[in-house]
């Protein structure tokens, strides 16, 4: 093996444990909440599609139209965990929305525009949410402790008892398998012998 095959395979491995962090990072549910005292809000969930695209998700609560003179749109930002460029996700429209950005970020906020087309923000920012892990996703690598100080250890589920009748049933039926399987095999064995001699 080369020396330069030896030098990619470490390399190959840090970037893959690096981007999954990313990705983790990224994953999750959002509760963007008002930064105005108003008492609009919204959720949004993200998770990183198989075209390796984050899928962004956003539902919203007593939207304001319009939301200031002359202001009709709400743009929704991601904040990257590379560089400070704001990562421009799309218009709320009427508080419902789907995105989609292949860079990983941590933080969704929502601005009033007056040009919903800017490239950058550049109204206020009235919403903010930062990412939260899906609690549920998460693998537990340290087992729960009871009250006792105890570790819980998983019991299988109870294995329930059949009752005669059901025993009695499957016996039925394993025997009826047995024999139609005999009966194929007998068959089976004449038709060779009788093939066989004519």
Request: aromatic share 10%; with cysteine; hydrophobic share 40%.
């Amino acid at each position: 093996m080369s020396y330069k095959k030896i030098l990619i395979i470490p390399i190959l491995f840090f970037a893959f444990l690096f981007t999954a962090s990313k990705a983790i990072a990224s994953e999750g549910t959002f509760d963007i909440q008002s930064t105005t005292g108003e008492t609009y809000k919204c959720w949004a969930a993200s998770l990183r599609m198989q075209n390796l695209n984050y899928t962004i998700v956003v539902g919203c609560r007593d939207l304001l139209y319009p939301a200031g003179e002359n202001i009709f749109s709400y743009v929704v930002w991601a904040t990257p965990l590379e560089g400070d460029r704001p990562i421009k996700l799309g218009l709320l429209g009427f508080g419902k929305a789907q995105f989609s950005t292949k860079a990983p970020f941590s933080q969704l906020y929502v601005t009033t525009e007056v040009n919903g087309n800017t490239k950058t923000p550049e109204g206020p920012v009235v919403m903010r949410g930062n990412v939260k892990p899906i609690a549920f996703l998460e693998v537990r690598t340290t087992p729960t402790p009871s009250t006792e100080g105890e570790e819980i250890t998983p019991q299988p589920p109870p294995v329930q008892e059949k009752s005669i009748r059901e025993r009695l049933i499957l016996g039925f039926r394993r025997a009826g398998l047995a024999a139609l399987l005999a009966i194929i095999a007998i068959i089976g064995l004449i038709y060779v012998l009788t093939k066989s001699r004519g």
